[in-house]
């Protein structure tokens, strides 16, 4: 069975960090981009970066350079979200989604499987 799965979200303070993951089972997520994604209640599903083995990672979103940066572990098939200095805009439910191939995409349609999603709230 195909799957992506994260986890790592929850209530942060601004300024502080937190990593999600995304755990992939049925399929081997390295021959796969793999994007994130963020939603806000009544806004559309906005991509914040990728990451891909021929392009590293590709940002989408200006606001989160400099402070978001996705990794893999192949070993464990798993993928992360590394925020830091998070701000109270950037929460949202945040989506993992994975592509077939090398490129890096922030259009979702493109996008073959995604996670159940992950609520990310910056708040004091």
């Known amino acids: 069975q195909v799957q992506l799965v994260e986890s790592g979200g929850g209530l942060v303070q601004p300024g502080g960090s937190q990593r999600l993951s995304c755990a992939a089972s049925g399929f081997t997520l390295r021959y796969y981009a793999i994007g994130w994604f963020r939603q806000d209640p009544g806004k559309a599903r906005e991509g914040v970066l990728c990451?891909?083995?021929?392009?590293?990672?590709?940002y989408y979103r200006d606001s989160v350079k400099g402070r978001f940066t996705i990794s893999r572990d192949n070993a464990k098939n798993t993928v992360y979200l590394q925020m830091n200095s998070l701000k109270p805009e950037d929460t949202a439910v945040y989506f993992c989604?994975?592509?077939?191939?090398?490129?890096?995409?922030?259009?979702?349609?493109?996008?073959?499987?995604w996670g159940q999603g992950t609520q990310v709230t910056v708040s004091s």
């Open positions: 989604a994975a592509r077939p191939g090398y490129d890096c995409s922030d259009y979702a349609p493109q996008y073959d499987y």
């Open positions: 990451i891909s083995n021929r392009d590293g990672n590709t």
